[in-house]
């Protein structure tokens, strides 16, 4: 099981960072990546990196501004957020697979998937 944390509410151009634990096993052999889904709107893809943590990957809405990185050791990837903007509200998902290769933000690459953080922002 995955389990996302770190989201809340959060000011217009303000940080935030977001981790993504497993329960149960151990993260070091999956790509991992973030989706995340706004109200009314369809799952997103927004990073992914891969297993060794050589290969990362951001949508074009976020680039420049997340920052995956991950923690084998902690068992844990992070996902920094700078400068956030209203329109980066949505519920925050991470999700692994131990096939995908970080070269496609598609979330039918990923089996095992967490229940989702919030992230809101707001002034």
């Known amino acids: 099981q995955l389990v996302e944390s770190g989201g809340g509410l959060v000011h217009p151009g303000g940080p935030l960072r977001l981790s993504c634990t497993a329960s149960?096993?151990?993260?070091?052999?999956?790509?991992i990546a973030w989706f995340r889904q706004a109200p009314g709107k369809e799952r997103e893809g927004v990073s992914c990196i891969s297993s060794s943590g050589d290969r990362t990957k951001y949508s074009a809405s976020v680039k420049g501004r997340f920052t995956v990185s991950r923690d084998n050791a902690k068992n844990t990837i992070y996902l920094q957020i700078t400068s956030l903007r209203p329109e980066d509200t949505a519920v925050y998902y991470c999700?692994?697979?131990?096939?995908?290769?970080?070269?496609?933000?598609?979330?039918?690459?990923?089996?095992?998937w967490g229940q989702g953080t919030q992230v809101t922002v707001s002034s």
């Open positions: 149960g096993f151990t993260l070091d052999s999956y790509t």
């Open positions: 999700a692994a697979s131990d096939q995908a290769m970080c070269a496609m933000l598609s979330q039918f690459l990923y089996d095992y």
